[in-house]
């Protein structure tokens, strides 16, 4: 009897893979902001300017150097499970926040869609947000992304973009690449930040051997 190739088996039984999903992670802080975090902030906010995309948005774009350290701790020791669980790096790496800035919306608004250049991992903290408040991440593997045409069900090969609510307290981290937007529906502070690594990347042989 002649054996099946394994296409022809796949054909048969009709198995559709999911390739290459995007990880986005979330995870609630278990405690509040202390009075000195609120305080920091506070201050944060009160040294704010104009901005673009939403209300205002913090002169000093470093925050992290200098305030709300506790915060930051907590937030590195998640990127640090992102790396080992996602990214799974063989060589050592030091993953680390570069930029990190708070944005003050006091308004009903959608944000633009956008990106974040030159890092690998890209997260925010929700400070504080009203009930209904959303981030948008869109796909842009999908197949409406490239034709346009409705789809009588969304899943994950269909939808162009996953809507997700957002708490107080609340820390999200994804791929830098990940285009995304916000839907504000009223007064939100968040945090953002941008996270990059030093390190030997790629190997000679490869020649794409790289020292940062």
């Excluded at 198995?15 to 990880?23: D, Q």
């Amino acid at each position: 009897m002649k054996q099946k190739t394994q296409t022809e088996t796949f054909i048969k039984n009709k198995v559709i893979f999911s390739l290459f999903p995007t990880p986005l992670y979330l995870i609630h802080r278990p405690i509040n902001l202390d009075s000195t975090e609120e305080k920091e902030i506070e201050d944060i906010v009160n040294d704010t300017e104009p901005a673009d995309t939403k209300d205002y948005v913090s002169k000093d774009m470093y925050i992290f150097d200098t305030k709300l350290k506790k915060l930051k701790e907590f937030i590195e020791h998640n990127i640090k499970i992102y790396v080992e669980e996602i990214l799974n790096p063989k060589e050592e790496l030091d993953f680390y926040i570069t930029q990190s800035w708070v944005n003050v919306t006091t308004q009903a608004l959608a944000t633009f869609k956008h990106h974040h250049q030159n890092s690998i991992i890209s997260g925010v903290f929700y400070v504080s947000v009203k009930e209904n408040d959303k981030i948008q991440f869109y796909n842009r593997n999908s197949v409406l992304h490239q034709m346009g045409f409705d789809s009588m069900e969304y899943n994950s090969w269909t939808a162009s973009a996953f809507t997700l609510e957002v708490s107080n307290n609340t820390l999200i981290l994804f791929p830098s690449w990940l285009e995304h937007n916000a839907f504000v529906v009223g007064h939100r502070i968040s945090i953002a930040f941008n996270v990059f690594a030093k390190g030997m990347f790629g190997t000679k042989n490869s020649t794409n051997e790289l020292y940062l």
